[in-house]
């Protein structure tokens, strides 16, 4: 079955340094997401990614995030300057589109912890 | 008003119980209802997936929705040590394409043998 691989699955950084979360979406899918869990908190929106632009971002979403597709398999999220509170796990999402949220699969995430 | 409302448990029951877990929404604008599996440091696994009112099933797990009253129910039947998880509702709207779901807190079950 086909599925989302996020690496790495665990990262402890250095608060202020930068961090490259990196994701490889389904292959036919065309709509790709993140998300980030807080230990003990719901999982929320960050960002979602369609046709090399980003189609909508919440409000946590700053300008420290971005996300990139920098070829035709990888979808990343970088962090410019972890804080302390962007420990958490993020998750990596794709669809196939439409709207249709019934194939939209999660990746297993990866725990970013900043020290 | 937080948009998704769910109990965090945690919910124990024996082996064999049913099990009913719920959710509450504020947006009347949400079509589609997901009940999501996840395991301890795992990503959410689609389990049900519902865009009406009433009910569906898909053996053991019956999905229930009531957009009246802006609810939605989970229900496992013969329940098993093996659903022991945390079950994630979330909920969406089609928006040019895309979905951006919206999950509520989560809640624990522990199955005991």
């Known amino acids: 079955e086909p599925e989302v691989t996020q690496t790495p699955s665990h990262q402890v950084t250095q608060m202020g340094q930068e961090v490259i979360l990196r994701c490889v979406p389904i292959?036919?899918?065309?709509?790709f997401y993140w998300y980030r869990q807080i230990l003990g908190q719901k999982v929320e929106f960050l960002v979602s990614?369609?046709?090399?632009?980003?189609?909508?971002k919440s409000e946590i979403f700053d300008d420290q995030f971005s996300v990139e597709r920098p070829d035709g398999s990888n979808f990343t999220l970088k962090i410019r300057s972890t804080k302390l509170e962007d420990s958490a796990m993020y998750f990596c999402?794709?669809?196939?589109?439409?709207?249709?949220?019934?194939?939209?699969?999660f990746g297993s995430g990866t725990r970013l912890t900043v020290v | 008003q937080k948009e998704v409302e769910q109990d965090p448990g945690p919910l124990s029951v024996p082996e064999g119980a049913i099990v009913s877990l719920n959710c509450t929404y504020s947006?009347?604008?949400?079509?589609?209802f997901m009940w999501y599996r996840q395991y301890s440091r795992k990503g959410p696994e689609l389990l049900m997936y519902?865009?009406?009112?009433g009910n569906k099933e898909d053996g053991r797990f019956t999905a229930q929705v009531d957009k009246s009253s802006k609810y939605i129910s989970l229900f496992i039947r013969d329940s098993q040590p093996s659903d022991s998880a945390t079950y994630l509702c979330?909920?969406?709207?089609?928006?040019?394409?895309?979905?951006?779901?919206?999950f509520g807190k989560g809640t624990m079950l522990l199955v005991s043998p």
């Open positions: 999402a794709s669809s196939e589109g439409a709207g249709d949220p019934y194939g939209y699969t």
């Open positions: 292959s036919n899918h065309l709509y």
């Open positions: 990614f369609y046709n090399n632009e980003i189609s909508e």
């Open positions: 947006n009347s604008a949400f079509q589609y």
């Open positions: 519902t865009y009406s009112s």
């Open positions: 979330a909920m969406t709207f089609m928006n040019s394409g895309y979905s951006t779901l919206t």
